[in-house]
């Protein structure tokens, strides 16, 4: 299990990272923290000509306050996620999901950009994204744009980003810091979720204005549940489980080896049903079956 | 190949590397610090972990040549030779908190880390901290007894000093 | 031991004289050791489960960067592994070193590449491509054994290696007696011990001499020294096996491997050192595996819930090849040998039987078999207990062996020694607050949540010999241990043993007992092993058994040197021999405190002052002896586990919150080990209850290749232990110690299974009778107990 030979680049700016990713072609991967990349290449699951390490590029590791949301860069680590003051005070979500990221070390070195750029479908950041109305901010030698969240993530390790762009930032937006939830299935702490739901949600007067319930691990791509969004939405005295129930009854998720599809529909339940209990403040029921 | 200088231990260190070359791979066949242990090379073990700056790092996880101009700090790196174990390593030979040793330095380091960010926490707290480094041997009773035990003596060592 | 004290060190909780240079991290395990010139291996390994083999282009792997040789299975096909038991009716399977013609199972080894480094091997191994045909495979042990099934091995008449069967003469007459049975099917999953160190070995041949040293991670050195010798057909004296550190072993360790052989015949062949150091996926499916079991047990009982007779059969998939030194009925035997386990039952009829299929094959793991078995007895005593309406504990109470019941000849022919199993079941009640527990579990049941209770006994068969070993029809039986205690010019000892330490604290625990029985300070002992220069022969760590044989062997030894002492010194002191007296450090003339002489002292007259030595006294401070624990039927541990669990109605996850332990393995030399040996083994249980399984999809293809697949216990799956102990020694062995690095390992799987149950059991009766206990298997226990109508 050793890495298969390849090129490497040290870039120091941005523009010599991305002017790299323009002339070097297709089988380029971009090393961030490099663990899900290296992983893949110890086990040579990939096969880069060439592999272009961030570490060195300045300008990527900051936390910034912009339109009452943030600004993440792209190589901030997820345990500065789990650390920082103004990811703790404006997105509280995202605070509380880097948590179940990995273990210590994993966090020490992985990082938000890589792993939204790597688009693994149970990750937990894809899922953040969506739910706290994130947009990913891709730069390439010819411009900069931003895509939304909604449009980010298109399949299994896919997403919008074209191999010539490099994800320098995050944005995820502040208005869900009062009432947000997070609740994930793990076999074993640090695993990766069987399903992983966040919910951001917005409450005016006792009543939800806005919501936004994101769920990983129940098909190709992080989802979001408009239905579930629905049922959520309204004067709510605490639906956790009528959520949970409509969430379970939107995805047919696909079963492997950790879990058959009818489970993990059961999990979406579960985890649904903490998730926004969570965010509407109220408490769990333990009876299972709604 | 890629020349990087790394401080290695306290120890400045240059050395020309593949860039495909792990740190695991470095630390033990370039550098001969054999302490550093290979269990998995996919993350989940945790047997190589070393710090890098300081913080908690899978040495499998890493190439060498991220770790240019860095500081890399080994289990070596606790208790110089020909001086007494260091309070971490104490405790563990104290409460058996090892048995074929093999996870240990990776245990170790891990631990040296909690000392560091979160030195008064109880039970529940190592062992969310340490979930990361699996031993197949103690049935990790006895590691979060050592490590109870190191982080007293770590603050009474600090009150002292 | 010092004559005139209570021993300064058997007893006491010292710390392991071989932490010291494991913390530092200058242990020295065989990937830490270069040798000069040395090769780097990889093995290429069957993509298929089952296919025939057909040409296999080496060419551009052998024009790679770096590479020395590629061998395929032609050129080592003068070298095969073969373990064939004497059971009647034993159908031989012969392992190639690499494929020859037919692979048969996903995993074994079809080439090896011959590299300057890793990572140049591993390119070349990429560049290896055999044209495999697949052949229909056989995966399921019940599906193996059909008569439609395609067999796996040249003239077998069917995959089952053998059929057994055993039956007490008054069996049919008390099942016609008994007013009430039950049967339960039981399924144990494929799973494996897993040291967090992989496989390694360096082989390194000398041409001049033609001697081969090979480095490897074994428990068992001399062992492999005779099976590399069959295997590569070399004399014993041609071979040096050295186990130098080794990190963990529970077993898999405990075979001989291909890999072993192949880098000893590329070594001879290129003239050049070969090191080959498995990688964690390899580890996954050709490191054996071990665990797969499947029973079907009945119990006949009377209206008090007394078993009157037992019967069971026993199924086990032992995967594709008989290995070294174990054969392929090591698990059957066991199981069938062990399952009416520490209760009174008289009547016992069982078949059983081994069977090959498309699988990795199987060798020893901790408990080898103990855990199906206390699984399937435990349950069936529980399902006794519901039947009859008793308290789980009540049925237990009715029927273990009592303290007048030793020595008890139980039904399969097994000699147990003595125990404590009452007085275990009871301690632990006490220590784990059972009757605390009922009202909790109420409360829990008030507020909906699932709360269970799990209670098990169980006996631990260890330290069986002969008398054990020639009934299980294996090629070498496993008797007696080696130990040699030598004393030097400076009054320092050397104690080497044929045992080896791979966490089990022997270093510490032999030095212990020789401190004692020399007179000298634990600092004075030095303990070495693993290497088969060191004593001539012996089976190594296994079975529970090194403390018991090797600590037997090592008081033989250090007793025959101390006697040595005392006639030197008595022929210095001018006293009698029978008057000189051992004590710290010194021997001494009985009732005359100023004679005496430091121990140090006389060791320097037997190796520079030959001219002071009586009269027939060589200048030899060395003895060597071996101890086989007569009769050799073993000393029985026995102990009590008591378990809570909670399980998550939503998504059907246990989670452990409590476990207690009464251990019972006769004096103990150092309580620090001991418990630590059982928290591990409860750990490893763990896994066995809620984590570990070796999943394959319908081709045969390993699906649990990587520890994001195969789920190990992590720090926070594993409670918190409470621990006590009970002291009968065994009427058998030198000190009445009893072995005990297995028992943790056996219960848990029984204790949990139990908990689960109970937990559920306010709302139906399912049968808990499948481990490991994934988060949807407990939720389809749910679903039976919570279905309409009740469970199926």
Known sequence: ?290 | MREITVTINGKPTSATVSPRLLLSDFLRQDIGLTGTHVGCEHGYCGSCTVHVDGASTRSCLTLAVQVAGRAVDTVESLAPDGEALHPIQQAFQDCHGLQCGFCTPGLLMSVAELAGTNPECGRAEIREHLAGNICRCTGYHQIVDAVERALVALREAQVDG | MAETEAPRFFGSRVSRVQDDRLLRGHGRYVADIELPRALAAKFVRSYEAHASVGDIDRDEAAEADGVSAVFVGSDFVESEIRCVSSYEGFQISAQPILAVDRVRFAGEAIAMVVADDEYLAEDAAEMVFADLSPLPVVLDLDAALEPSAEVLHDGWADNAYVRRAVKTPGFEAAVSGASHRVTIDLNNARHGAIPMENRACIADYDRGTQRFTLYTTTQIPHLIRAGLALAMDVPENRIRVIAPDVGGGFGVKAQLYTEEVACCLAARELGRPIKWVEDRREHFVAAHHSREHRHRVTGYFDDDGRIIALEADIRVDMGAYSVFPWTATMDNGMAMGILPGPYKIHEYSVTGTPVCTNKTPYGAYRGVARPAACFSIERLVDQIARHRGLDRAEVRRRNLLGPDDYPWHSPSGLVYDSGSLPESLESVLSLGGYEALLTQQVEARAQGRLFGIGIVAFTEQTAHTTQEFKQRGVPIVFGYETAKVRLDASGTAVVSASIHDHGQGLETTLAQIAADRLGLDLEQVRVEYGDTNQVAYGAGTFASRSAVLAGGAVTRAADDVVAILKQVAAHDLEAAIDDIVLETGRLSVKGSPNASVAISEICRLVYQRPERLPKGVESSLEASRTYDAEPGTGAYTNAAHLSTVEVDPMTGKTEVLSYAIVEDCGPMINPMIVEGQIFGGVAQGIGTALFEEFLYDENGQPLSSTFSDYLIPTMTDVPDFAVAHLETPSPFTIGGIKGMGEGGAIAPGAVIASAVEDALSHLGEPVVNELPLTPERVLAYIDEATAPGGPR
């Open chain 1, 1 to 290: 299990m050793k890495p298969p030979k390849f090129a490497y680049h040290a870039p120091t700016t941005v523009r010599e990272a991305v002017e790299l990713l323009a002339e070097l072609g297709d089988d380029v991967v971009v090393l961030s923290g490099g663990q899900s990349l290296i992983p893949m290449l110890n086990l040579r699951l990939a096969n880069p000509t060439d592999v272009i390490d961030l570490g060195g590029v300045d300008g990527l590791g900051d936390v910034a306050a912009r339109d009452g949301g943030l600004d993440v860069g792209a190589m901030v680590t997820h345990r500065q996620m789990e650390t920082n003051d103004l990811i703790a005070s404006t997105a509280p979500l995202a605070q509380h999901a880097a948590g179940f990221i990995g273990y210590r070390a994993i966090r020490n070195r992985g990082t938000i950009g890589g792993s939204i750029a790597h688009a693994d479908p149970a990750a937990e950041w894809p899922a953040v994204v969506l739910a706290l109305d994130g947009a990913i901010t891709l730069t390439s030698a010819e411009e900069t744009r931003n895509v939304a969240g909604d449009d980010f993530f298109e399949s299994l390790f896919t997403t919008a980003k074209r191999p010539d762009e490099l994800v320098t930032s995050v944005h995820l937006a502040g208005r869900f810091q009062d009432n947000w939830g997070f609740s994930e299935f793990q076999r074993r702490t640090g695993d990766f979720a069987a399903v992983a739901v966040a919910v951001g949600c917005v409450i005016t007067d006792s009543s939800v204005v806005e919501a936004r319930v994101a769920l990983a691990g129940v098909a190709e791509r992080p989802l979001r549940c408009p239905a579930a969004e629905q049922a959520l939405t309204g004067p709510h005295t605490g639906g956790a489980a009528e959520v949970a129930a409509v969430a379970r009854d939107s995805f047919e998720p696909v079963g492997d080896s950790h879990g058959s599809s009818e489970y993990r529909k059961r999990l979406v339940f579960a985890e649904t049903h903490r998730a926004v209990a969570q965010a509407l403040g109220s408490d769990i029921e333990s009876i299972a079956n709604a």
